[in-house]
């Protein structure tokens, strides 16, 4: 069969087998986690984990500092630090308004980042600086010097330079629109590319569900990521983010981690939006995280849960380089959790600073939430594949990845502060090996990320209150993954999209393919959706307006199948045949609410006379407080309309339309309705 010739099949018939399920010990614990081998979220980058810099921090280049980063598999290091970024100049190393520490200046940071092995992640200063500048800043580093200095971040958060009302960040435009900061992204970009056309470069974009996601300034026509996408989709080729969820306790923070996969799926939704085809090539790179960006508990356990937590979530929705806030950043309030000291300090190292009469330990102490970054160092290296994992119980959570030698390695995370939680492993689509495996452990007592091998068995394990623990379990010979003898298929990508049919296509893979298997996630399962001898597939039968990610494994001669592909997430359309048509447009937002306008037309030959309108929302946060021109019911997810009084007929062949909008709330993420039902026919949505 040619790759033209795909076999496609229906997810309801599935005549092919899906991987080998071994079988379940009798479950012992009281929490069950599953990891299914077969089912791929990405690779991890080589700049996957990062760590911000900052030029007031005399301590950024101790050596200790790089022994301590390359110890917990810091890969990224960005610089010269925050909201300084936009008021500092690189050639002499200032900072008017601001301090600059001695030994701070560009050449003495790469020293340290060379000392890592990690890449920098390198701020151009938007606020008072110029293209000029920027480039001659790339001429230093790439040129004359030849750092290979890669990344390049254009400005730091310029949406805080007061155009929504609160400003922090140093803007010196005249003009401070999304339209100002997007004609200067492009000039930026082209002048830094003339002197070195390797570099990549970012855009600053706010994170969707979080101020001032969705809010529209006087006299702009969008919200700042759709202006900026609009423009600089071609431009650019990563975009930035930070998220601090700013939830409360540590607790809330662990809490909030759930809307982050939703909040990386908007951002891809909109790179996906503006860039087309192009989309592949722009990551997602969250340049700043951590619980809070104001005062909080930073330094005791729950937030070196919440490090892990959060970086290794974005990890697995997409983002190439995850960067905590901040290496040293000095103490804050000072206060008590769970019987720990918490200096209010959010670098991950000890300032050695005071905060009143109470210090914190020496210089370079490691914090909990270095510990947690650590865990996730120790969880995988570059190239290792992240895969699918779940675990039954809300206080517990795992991580897991399929290493380059075909170990499997778990995090797993208890998040109750007082209970011990006992744990049984699951695997699907891979055998674990009789030994025991090797065991690192963050827990009460432990001095730092210590070996605890010995405890735990390979589906099996105790977890104590407010701790990590990495297990890594070698596959039984023969079985698995590494027993293939082909190669993981190339990245796959949809040729096309319709409204129940995909078509999908993939580079193949080394050795003597037996066949290309496509299959869906669906959590910790998977399902066979198509089979090919060549390197496309046509899937059919999908619902309109629904959301999919697939993976494509290679199956050898002897029936092993081989890892699996980075996923490939999309959603279909919806009938552009309809007898009805929906036009759902957000009009203004503020973060944790929007206003919404919809417009309703038939199409269709026959008259309407009373209409209902159904959809759900994609999220859990999101609802319906008021409307106008109709009367709106919720139950759940699930939004009924129905037509007002003097809105009931909408006459045949679009003679006219009804307009009708509600002001609704977003607990995280606000992302459009995919599929409108009218009278129950499913509409096409204009969005």
Same mark, same amino acid.
């Given at each position: ?59 950024? &280049? ?55 092995? /990690? ?74 590319? /003339? ?21 529209? /300034? ?6 700042? &990521? ?426 045949? &062949? ?34």
């Amino acid at each position: 069969m040619t790759a033209s010739a795909a076999l496609a099949v229906v997810a309801a018939a599935l005549p092919l087998s899906t991987p080998a399920v071994a079988a379940d010990p009798a479950a012992t614990g009281d929490t069950t986690v599953t990891v299914n081998a077969s089912a791929g979220l990405g690779t991890v980058s080589s700049t996957a984990l990062g760590a911000n810099t900052a030029i007031w921090d005399a301590n950024m &280049n101790d050596p200790q500092v790089t022994s301590l980063y390359r110890a917990a598999g810091i890969g990224a290091l960005r610089y010269p630090g925050g909201s300084y970024s936009d008021i500092y100049h690189w050639v002499d190393n200032t900072a008017p308004g601001g301090y600059v520490a001695p030994g701070t200046d560009f050449d003495a940071f790469m020293g340290t980042a060379k000392a890592t092995g /990690a890449q920098p992640i390198l701020i151009a200063n938007y606020g008072s600086g110029t293209a000029q500048e920027a480039a001659d800043w790339v001429r230093y580093a790439n040129v004359t010097k030849g750092y290979g200095a890669k990344y390049w971040e254009i400005g730091n958060e310029i949406y805080g330079n007061g155009v929504y009302g609160s400003g922090w960040e140093t803007d010196d435009h005249a003009d401070k629109t999304p339209d100002q900061y997007a004609r200067e992204v492009k000039a930026y970009a082209a002048a830094m590319k /003339a002197v070195d056309p390797t570099v990549k470069i970012g855009a600053v974009l706010t994170m969707p569900g979080n101020w001032p996601d969705g809010s529209v /300034a006087a006299g702009d026509a969008a919200d700042w &990521n759709h202006t900026v996408l609009a423009a600089v989709a071609h431009d650019v080729d990563f975009v930035s983010v930070h998220w601090y969820p700013n939830a409360g306790n540590g607790d809330q923070a662990l809490a909030a981690v759930q809307q982050l996969p939703g909040e990386l799926r908007e951002v891809r939704n909109l790179v996906n939006q503006y860039a087309g085809a192009g989309s592949a090539g722009i990551g997602i790179a969250m340049t700043e995280v951590n619980s809070n960006s104001g005062g909080g508990a930073f330094t005791s356990r729950p937030n070196g849960l919440f490090a892990a937590e959060a970086m290794s979530t974005a990890l697995e929705n997409g983002v190439f380089s995850v960067d905590w806030w901040d290496t040293h950043n000095g103490a804050g309030a000072v206060t008590t959790v769970g019987g720990e000291t918490d200096y209010g300090d959010m670098g991950m190292l000890s300032s050695g600073s005071c905060s009143g009469s109470v210090c914190e330990p020496a210089v370079n102490t490691p914090f909990a939430p270095y510990y947690g970054i650590k865990a996730l160092g120790a969880l995988s290296d570059p190239g290792d594949t992240m895969l699918a994992s779940a675990a039954s119980g809300s206080e517990v959570s795992s991580h897991a990845v399929l290493r380059a030698n075909g170990d499997l390695s778990v995090l797993l995370l208890n998040k109750s502060s007082s209970a011990v939680h006992t744990v049984d492993l699951r695997y699907l689509g891979f055998t674990a090996d009789a030994p025991a495996p090797s065991v690192q452990r963050w827990a009460p007592g432990d001095d730092g990320l210590v070996d605890a091998t010995g405890t735990a068995t390979a589906s099996s394990a105790t977890l104590a209150p407010y701790s990590l623990t990495v297990l890594t379990v070698h596959p039984k010979s023969g079985t698995g993954s590494s027993a293939a003898t082909v190669g993981t298929p190339g990245t796959p990508q949809t040729t096309s999209v319709g409204a129940d049919t995909v078509a999908l296509s993939w580079p193949a893979t080394s050795g003597s393919v037996d066949r290309y298997e496509v299959y869906e996630q669906l959590g910790t399962t998977i399902q066979l959706l198509g089979s090919s001898t060549g390197t496309s597939a046509t899937l059919h039968n999908l619902p309109p307006g629904s959301r999919h990610t697939v993976n494509v494994l290679a199956r050898d001669q002897a029936g092993h199948l081989s890892r699996p592909s980075v996923p490939l997430t999309f959603t279909t359309g919806t009938p552009a045949d309809s007898t009805c048509s929906v036009s759902y447009q957000v009009t203004t937002g503020w973060g944790n609410g929007f206003v919404s306008n919809v417009v309703v037309s038939n199409l269709g030959p026959a008259d309407i006379n009373g209409w209902t309108l159904d959809f759900d929302w994609p999220s859990t946060g999101q609802s319906v407080g008021s409307w106008w021109n109709a009367d709106i019911t919720s139950s759940g997810q699930h939004v009924r309309v129905t037509n007002g009084e003097s809105n009931a007929r909408l006459a045949p &062949n679009g003679g006219n339309s009804v307009n009708f909008g509600f002001v609704g709330g977003n607990n995280g993420v606000n992302p459009s309705p995919t599929v409108f039902r009218l009278n129950g026919t499913v509409c096409r949505t204009i969005i």
